[in-house]
């Protein structure tokens, strides 16, 4: 059963990855989609491990 901090991050990081996806990667438009900053986008690509590489795959 997963925890309800899990199931946020999961939707979190599915969140950022759409929005990286519709701004064809480029983290200050998908920031501001998002309304948070760009460094606050870097730390979360960096925490939930996010890679282009690996999402174009999926």
Avoid at 23 to 32: F, L, S, V
């Amino acid at each position: 059963m997963d925890s309800l901090k899990n199931k946020i991050n999961g939707i979190e990081r599915q969140e950022i990855i759409n929005a990286l996806k519709e701004c064809n990667w480029i983290m200050a438009r998908a920031a501001r989609k998002l309304g948070i900053t760009e460094r606050m986008i870097g730390y979360k690509i960096k925490k939930y491990g996010i890679r282009k590489e690996d999402v174009n795959k999926q």
